[in-house]
Structure formats: C-alpha cells, structure tokens
C-alpha cells in the first residue's frame, strides 16, 4: 500500500516551524500528499494543466502570484478556477503574498486546503520536502541490533538466541554506539538506508540473564545515536558440519533491503570466538574497501609473486 500524509497531519506538523495560516478549504483536510516533492505550479496558473501533480503540495511564491496580478481580474479568476478545479491536495503561497480574493472561494468550494507562510519559498520547499521525504520514505522492519561502529553502521543479524545483543553489548562497552536492539526501523531515502529504533524502546536492550537495561543510563549520552545509516550487514551464523562458510572478504556479498545492495558478512559462531572483535574487524575491512584497499586482491597478488619467486628458484 502507498504511503500518504493527510493534509491535517502536514499542518499540524509544519503549522509552527512555517507559521502556517491555514486560509481556506477546511473540508479537504483529510486531503492526501502522495509525494515528497513539492510543484511550482507556474504553468498551471498559465492554463497548461497536463502536467500538474495534484498528490504534491503545489507551492505560490512571488513569481506565481505576481503573473496573476498582472492579469485582469476576470482572467486571473478563470486561470484560479481551473487550478483549483483540478484535485490538487492543497495550496501554500510563501513570503506572506496578498493574493486575488477568488482564491478563497474557489478552495472553500473545491475543498482545496489553503496556506499561507511568511517564510519565503526556498525554505518552504526545503524544510516540506525534507518533512515529506522522511514521512513516505519506504520502511522495513527488520529483527536485528544496529551499533554504530567506527563510524560505520553495522546491522547484525542472526537467528533467535544467537548472541546478537551481547555482541552489540559488547561493543558498547569497548566504546561504540547502540542505535537500536531487537527491532530496527529501516527507511530508504535517496537510495540510501536510515535505521532508527521504534521509539518505546528506544535506547533500551534486552539481554538474557539481565533483563533489560537502559544503555543511555548506564553508559551515558555519547553511547547512544538516534539514527544512523546502515553501511554493512553482519550475519551471525551457527557452526555446523553441514554450513559452508566461503573465505571471502568484507564486500563480495551484498543483502538486499528495499532494493539497495549492502555489503554483508557470515561470521560463525562457536565457544571461544571473540565475536566482538571480529565485528569490529569487518568494520575496518569495509572503512578499508572504502578507501580503494581490498585484502581479496592483495592475497591474490601476493600467492601470484610466491608462484613466480618459485619459479625463479627453480
């Protein structure tokens, strides 16, 4: 199902920060935004209504309105009509612009909602996209810990049991960063991938033998991130005589979440393995591949000059 945000809620949200007066077309505030992007509706308002987005919130700056006023009365009229007329899911007119009084009876009478914001369009388009970005942006829930470690946005993942919260316990103890244990929150935006943590437990961990714990409490503020992107997938595996772990580096295999590849490891998990530490090792391998380094290479070129030193020997 397509994500939406219902006009009373973007007013609500924005109503402070935009200083929102809401003007007009009170019957359409369950009206539907269907996209971060916001139109300039410039075209529109010249008769050219092919390409308007009604799901966009269509925004009049000084521009727009200083067209309609340099029509006559009648024609500035008939152009707002149709505007209005189209199904569009409301209006904001920025900078505080005194626009032509038609526009409240046409948006009363189409149910059109009507803003108007003394703050001046680039802004307005700023501070709505970000808002709307962030609201429709696709999400997963995934079942996991996401530690911030080394800077790098670690998603370990593993079945029940396995060990994943004392590892990201672990972690934190060594100096690294909880952002959100047993339930991660993943959006896409941008091609990118943002894990945050649901808010009722957010900063809380649920570890066997202790019950659950507030990270923030007992390690302090710089212990903790609200969100963070996530840059690789650690897997935490069982070993077993029938699973077969490829020896491979941090970066050959990828695990795909909402359409975006990101790099992913296998560590197996047996008594006496410091996990922790191999976590924190696939974080640096990955800050290295970043880099332009790749261990996978240098062996490779490395058994190449063994085989041909031998050869010289020979």
């Avoid at 809620?9 to 935004?33: P, Q, W």
């Avoid at 799901?55 to 009049?60: A, G, H, I």
């Avoid at 727009?64 to 409301?90: H, K, M, N, V």
């Amino acid at each position: 199902m397509k994500k939406r945000v219902l006009v009373k809620d973007f007013y609500d949200d924005l109503k402070n920060r935009l200083r929102l007066e809401f003007l007009a077309g009170k019957n359409g505030i369950y009206n539907a935004i269907e996209n971060y992007r916001i139109q300039k509706p410039g075209l529109a308002i010249a008769g050219y209504l092919n390409h308007l987005h009604i799901d966009r919130v269509q925004v009049l700056g000084e521009t727009e309105i200083s067209y309609l006023w340099s029509l006559d009365e009648e024609t500035a009229c008939s152009r707002a009509a149709d505007f209005f007329a189209s199904g569009i899911c409301c209006v904001l007119i920025t900078k505080g612009l005194n626009f032509p009084d038609c526009f409240i009876k046409y948006a009363n009478q189409h149910s059109v909602p009507l803003f108007r914001s003394p703050v001046v369009s680039s802004k307005c388009i700023e501070v709505i996209s970000d808002y709307l970005e962030d609201k429709l942006a696709p999400e997963v829930s995934v079942h996991g810990v996401l530690v911030d470690v080394f800077g790098v946005g670690v998603l370990i993942i593993g079945e029940s049991g396995i060990g994943k919260s004392e590892c990201a316990l672990d972690l934190i103890y060594r100096g690294h960063r909880l952002v959100a244990d047993d339930l991660v929150l993943i959006k896409k935006k941008r091609d990118i991938l943002w894990g945050t943590s649901p808010a009722l437990i957010q900063h809380f961990m649920e570890v066997r033998g202790l019950g659950i714990v507030n990270i923030k409490d007992l390690f302090g503020v710089s212990s903790i991130r609200n969100r963070k992107r996530v840059d690789l997938v650690v897997e935490l595996l069982r070993w077993g005589a029938e699973t077969e772990f490829e020896r491979i580096s941090v970066g050959d295999k990828s695990y795909n979440i909402l359409g975006v590849e990101i790099p992913y490891v296998s560590i197996p998990v047996t008594p006496g393995r410091n996990i922790t530490l191999l976590v924190e090792i696939a974080a640096r391998l990955h800050l290295l591949r970043l880099a332009g380094y790749s261990t996978q290479v240098e062996s490779e070129d490395l058994v190449f000059r063994e085989k041909e030193g031998g050869r010289g020997v020979e």
